[in-house]
Structures are given as C-alpha cells and as structure tokens.
C-alpha cells in the first residue's frame, strides 16, 4: 500500500458538516494513535490542522475535529466555511521501513 | 516565527544533480527531526527523507534511496538535500518540513513554501 485511501471528493453548503475518512491499516492507521491531517489551498504549502488523532495545534479552528475507528480515521469539519475549499491530507505513522511519512491520497473539499 | 526558506530548485536533465538548501529560523534547529517532503504536480504529497537532531540517523523512502543524501549543518541552522542521478519522476515542489513530535515519521507541524525540481531533456 502506497497510500492510505480517501475520497477524491466532499462537498457542502455553506454551515453544513462533512466528514473525510482516512482508511489505512493495523500496520498505520490502526495500530498507532498517530493519525494528521494537513489542509492545502492551491499554490500553497500543506498546513497542520489536526495531530495524534485529535489534537489541535495553536490557532487552529475547532471547526476542525479528528477521530478514529479501527482502520479508518476522520475529519469533519463544521460549520462549513468558504476558506474551507482546499485539499485534505491525512498522514499517519506507519511501521513501514519503506515510507518516511505516509500520507493519505488527498480529498478535495468543494463549498457549494 | 517559525520559519524554513528554501532554495536551490531549478530546471535539470535527467541524469543530472541539484542541491536543495533550507534555512531555519524562529526556533532552536538542533532539537528537531527534520524533512524533506514532495509533491508532484497534481499528486499528493510524499516524505522523501528525514535527519535526526544530531544528523546520526537518516531515512529515505525507497524510491530515492541511493540517490539522494539528505543533511543538516546545525551550526548554520541549515538542511540540504543532495539530489543526484535525477529523473522525470523526481520532478516536484519540494518543501523542507519540521516534525513535530519527538521521533520520527509522527507528524509535520511546519512546512516551507516549497521550491520546484523539474527533471526535463
């Protein structure tokens, strides 16, 4: 596995919710309570918004929540803003001797 | 401020060699693990290779193992990425990340904004 799988595609109304799942394995996802998700605005660099399943770092917007369930971890986001259109990533430390960081296939977020 | 700059990206052929530069500044460099993280153009993002605080661990994802050598110059705040025997595959914005947890391959809590490596005869 290269990747770990997410939709390529959410989309909301503006002060909906939507959730993006992040489906791995025990090897990942499932195994360690290390799950991220990073958001990226086209043209820019990925920015931190959640960390260890839950957290949140400094200046990040609650809006934000992580969470996780066997294999497969998500992010909702409510309260659904027009800043939100932008690319999701999760990540997840992994056992892999392979991988360095290992990354989520990346979910476009479309506010409608 | 947290804040990582880097340089060194360009045009290259296939076959040939770039050097990528980060400079660090806004917290202490030597307490971190560092990064080097791609992301091909309209692909998601890949960890290419990370360094331990002291330089005395590295780890390199498969496909750029033997290639490329990544380091840090803690007297100088700055990480390289040594990128030789280049190919069309390698071409991508490269950003120099921090992580954010003690170990490694945990988390990136701060990214710089990038420079692209275009591998092209």
């Known amino acids: 596995q290269s990747a770990l799988t997410q939709p390529a595609s959410v989309s909301g109304s503006p002060g909906q919710s939507i959730t993006i799942s992040c489906t791995g394995t025990?090897?990942?996802?499932?195994?360690?309570?290390?799950v991220s998700w990073y958001q990226q605005h086209p043209g820019k660099a990925p920015k931190l918004i959640i960390f260890?399943?839950?957290n949140w770092p400094s200046g990040v917007s609650n809006r934000f929540s992580g969470s996780k369930s066997g294999n497969t971890a998500s992010l909702t986001i409510s309260g659904l803003q027009a800043e939100d259109e932008a690319d999701y990533y999760c990540?997840?430390?992994?056992?892999?001797?392979?991988?360095?960081?290992?990354f989520g296939t990346g979910t476009k977020v479309t506010v409608l | 401020e947290v804040k990582l700059v880097e340089s060194g990206g360009g045009l290259v052929q296939p076959g040939g060699s770039l050097r990528l530069s980060c400079r660090i500044s806004?917290?202490?460099?030597?307490?971190?693990?560092m990064s080097w993280v791609r992301q091909a153009p309209g692909k998601g993002l890949e960890g290419v290779a990370n360094?331990?605080?002291?330089?005395?661990?590295?780890k390199y994802v498969d496909s750029v193992k033997g290639r490329f050598t990544i380091s840090r110059d803690n007297t100088k705040n700055t990480l390289s990425l040594q990128m030789n025997s280049l190919r069309a595959e390698d071409t991508a914005v490269y950003y120099c990340?921090?992580?954010?947890?003690?170990?490694?391959?945990?988390?990136?809590?701060?990214w710089g904004q990038g420079t692209l490596v275009t591998v092209s005869s």
């Open positions: 025990s090897s990942d996802v499932g195994g360690y309570n290390y």
């Open positions: 990340a921090r992580e954010g947890s003690d170990g490694s391959g945990y988390y990136v809590d701060f």
């Open positions: 806004g917290f202490t460099f030597s307490s971190y693990w």
């Open positions: 260890d399943v839950s």
């Open positions: 360094i331990r605080q002291d330089g005395s661990q590295k």
């Open positions: 990540g997840s430390y992994t056992s892999s001797s392979s991988l360095v960081y290992f």
